[in-house]
Each structure stands twice: as C-alpha cells, then as structure tokens.
C-alpha cells in the first residue's frame, strides 16, 4: 500500500512570504503530525491533527498553522517566512491518536529553503 | 533545554561486532520510548519501542534496554552490518502529547 506522501519535495521562498506544504496519509490511517527537522535542533514537533482537529501542538509560533480534511489529508502553513524555517518537514501518519508505541510512518520530507 | 540527548553525534563499528547507541532523558513522564532509523533523503523509519513499564524488548537483531532509574535507554544491534550504516533517532512520548527527540547518531559500519 502506499506510504506517507508530501508535496513538494523542495521549495525556495523569499523571506516574508507564505507557503503551503501538503501531506497525504496512509490510507485508513486518522491521525497526520507535522515536524521540523533543523542540524541544530533536530526532530521537533509541531502539531498533530486527527479527524479534522488539532489535538496536540508544539512550541512554535503561531506563524505555524495546520489543518486536516476529511479524507485525512493534511497541510501545514507557515506565514511570513524568516530564514530559520529553513528546514525539513515531515509528516507521520498513524492509525489513531494517543500513545504512538508502534511508531508513526513518516514521509520522505519537504526539504524549504527560504533564502 | 533538551529532554531527549543522545550525547554521541556518531559511532563506528566493525561489520559483525555489537552497535550500542545510547540516549538519556530528563522528563520522568515519559512513559514510552522508540528508536527511529534514517537514511539520507528519507524520513524517519520506525524500529522499535518500548513501554516504560518493561526493561527490554528484542526484535531480531534489535533489543532496546530502558532503565529507568538512570533515565537512560539503549539500542543493541547484534551482529551490525552494513545496511545499518544510518542516523538514529531516541524518542520519548508521553500519553497523547507529540514524541520529543534526540539529534541522532550517525552509526557507521565499517566493512
């Protein structure tokens, strides 16, 4: 079956404009969490919806924003870009929410360079 | 501050011999515990997890080691090889909440 899919794979934007990154789940799988990879801080997490609602958010500003459509689809928006957003996002997809003990599957990231 | 370190950014090991990947933790609420693997260009793949209310869990060549008292966990591959060559991830959650991670050993496997 399918893995976690996210488009696009890269993307450049300038500095103070918007972007829009999408995540397709597993099919079945409710639950979409978002993540933001930097070399210096590493894997952190940044909101999780399921069924349409965000259930858990990380600590970041409120420039970060997501929602999930019915069909499980995810996008995250980031407003006003600043340099350091540049980083990998990935997606993880599960089953449901709450404890994560068998793991998330993760897309392959969308690598954004804001320059 | 970083509740999840895994203090060691990289780690060599000889083909057949014994990997351990280390990583410690400060927030007693963590109350289960999963390592990840990642090759470059891809995301995260999952290994395996361990609750806190057990000490060790084995997956073929894989066993995780969890003492709580130390807050310290452990990832034992036996016998490495060199598929496994990659970058791995500690992670720590806590109930609903998202997974905290550590930055990663770069394991290297040498022939």
């Known amino acids: 079956k399918a893995g976690v899919t996210q488009t696009p794979r890269y993307l450049i934007k300038t500095r103070g404009q918007q972007v829009t990154l999408s995540c397709s789940p597993i099919s079945g799988h409710r639950s979409v969490s978002w993540y933001q990879q930097t070399p210096g801080q590493g894997l952190q997490f940044l909101f999780e919806y399921f069924s349409e609602t965000q259930r858990n958010k990380g600590n970041f500003p409120g420039r970060f924003s997501g929602r999930q459509f019915s069909n499980s689809r995810s996008e995250m928006n980031v407003s006003t870009l600043e340099l350091g957003d540049s980083a990998l996002y990935l997606c993880a997809s599960s089953l449901a929410s709450g404890r994560k003990l068998y793991g998330y599957t993760f897309g392959s990231g969308t690598r954004l360079t804001v320059v | 501050d970083q509740q999840v370190k895994q203090n060691s950014p990289s780690l060599s090991v000889q083909e057949g011999r014994i990997s351990i990947l280390n990583c410690d933790y400060t927030n007693s609420m963590f109350d289960y515990f999963l390592w990840y693997k990642k090759y470059p260009a891809e995301g995260p793949t999952f290994l395996i997890s361990?609750?806190?209310?057990?000490d060790k869990n084995e997956d073929g060549r894989f066993t995780v080691f969890l003492n709580k008292s130390a807050k310290h966990l452990s990832l034992h591959i036996v016998p490495s090889q060199p598929g496994d060559s990659a970058v791995y991830f500690c992670?720590?959650?806590?109930?609903?909440?998202?997974?905290?991670f550590g930055k990663g050993t770069h394991l290297i496997i040498q022939p």
């Open positions: 361990i609750s806190s209310i057990k």
């Open positions: 992670a720590a959650g806590s109930g609903a909440d998202g997974l905290t």
